[in-house]
């Protein structure tokens, strides 16, 4: 805790008051009591003026003054986050005045004239509440800071984590790992385009990344399979949904891996219902889930994988089309076509950062790749 000396050396006083003997009187004693910080206004709006855009502990004011009286003051005051003292100082010695006064959020009352040792006393405690008020301020203020920056490196952490987690498991079926990484990017940027808040736009950057999380589980004669999966291969491979499901749903109950779990198990679900594991359809598919269902789909037609050829901008855009209201929801394609631009930056920037991987050639589609 400050001591008195200290305090006073650090407090910031204004006074206010039109009539320039006691503006004079006020402020020598208080330069007296030790207070370097004296701001004195003769014109009120002035004074107001500086309330409203400096910082200062405690406020005398009088009442009675032309245009911008000591009440107007007080209620104008009530637009700051937090006041701090405010002592009336006032020839206006009626009881309903020094009521009015307090009822405005002063804090004290000194009638003129003044007793001296009485107004000390007062602006010495009100510049105790006021300084002790200022450091619990600074002090949550640096807490806050804190705990800011500990949840930014918390989140970097986190998608390190994920991002590292992810790209192993999809190097067992491709040879870069960074599809999870641009169907994350793409669904935050789509997420953002349909009005989401900034914190589910990061929530969904990061669970997007987890949609095949399942596919730990599928065979490697099946996952890695050049040619076209039979039918009983790709029930086998349909399971990686439900996997994925199992695997996040035991992972926690925070939003974030709440968001994962419902997109592992819904990212195969269809607008029309014709998708799988539960063949939900319309809103009963999770937002999440629409959303990356777009993303993934559409970096899957254009990275293609060892043994496939990408699609080109332009077919990958006529199979969102073609699909609009069928896989996909019609506005969910409709927000991604006005980002196709920037998710083909994306994509080429993301190339060119790692140059060192083989371009794999483009074609226009013969088989639609699932
Ligand atoms: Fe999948
Ligand atoms: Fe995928």
Redesign the pocket.
């Given at each position: 805790m400050m001591d008195m000396q200290d305090i006073l050396r650090q407090a910031r006083v204004v006074v206010i008051d039109d009539f320039i003997a006691n503006l004079r009187l006020l402020e020598r004693v208080l330069r007296q009591m030790g207070i370097e910080q004296v701001d004195v206004f003769l014109d009120p709006q002035q004074g107001l003026e500086h309330l409203l855009t400096q910082p200062w502990d405690v406020l005398l004011l009088d009442l009675d003054m032309p245009v911008l009286d000591g009440f107007a003051i007080l209620a104008r005051l009530k637009e700051m986050d937090r006041v701090p003292p405010v002592i009336v100082v006032s020839a206006l010695t009626d009881i309903a005045s020094r009521h009015r006064g307090l009822g405005e959020g002063a804090s004290d009352y000194i009638g003129k004239p003044f007793d001296l040792v009485e107004l000390q006393l007062k602006v010495k405690n009100a510049l105790k509440l006021s300084l002790a008020n200022r450091q619990l301020e600074a002090q949550r203020e640096t807490l806050i800071s804190t705990i800011n920056s500990r949840s930014d490196e918390l989140g970097e952490s986190y998608y390190a984590v994920i991002r590292a987690l992810t790209r192993t498991l999809e190097f067992r079926d491709t040879d870069t790992g960074q599809?999870v990484e641009r169907?994350g990017a793409s669904a935050a940027m789509l997420a953002q385009r349909l009005g989401q808040s900034a914190e589910y736009v990061e929530h969904i950057r990061l669970a997007a990344m987890m949609?095949?999380v399942g596919k730990v589980g599928i065979p490697d004669h099946i996952l890695l399979k050049r040619e076209r999966l039979d039918a009983s291969e790709q029930e086998v491979m349909k399971t990686h949904a439900e996997m994925g499901f199992r695997i996040l749903r035991e992972a926690g109950d925070t939003p974030l891996v709440n968001m994962a779990t419902e997109i592992a198990l819904a990212h195969h679900e269809n607008w029309d219902g014709s998708g799988y594991p539960r063949g939900l359809s319309g809103e009963a598919i999770p937002l999440s889930a629409r959303i990356t269902s777009v993303s993934?789909v559409y970096d899957?037609l254009r990275c293609g994988r060892p043994y496939k050829q990408c699609w080109t901008a332009e077919s990958a855009r006529d199979y969102l089309i073609e699909q609009r209201g069928r896989m996909f929801q019609p506005e969910v394609v409709d927000a991604f076509l006005g980002m196709q631009a920037e998710v083909e930056a994306m994509r080429t920037k993301w190339l060119s950062l790692h140059a060192h991987i083989d371009h794999q050639t483009e074609v226009s589609p013969a088989i639609p790749v699932t």
């Open positions: 599809h169907v949609h095949d993934d899957s």
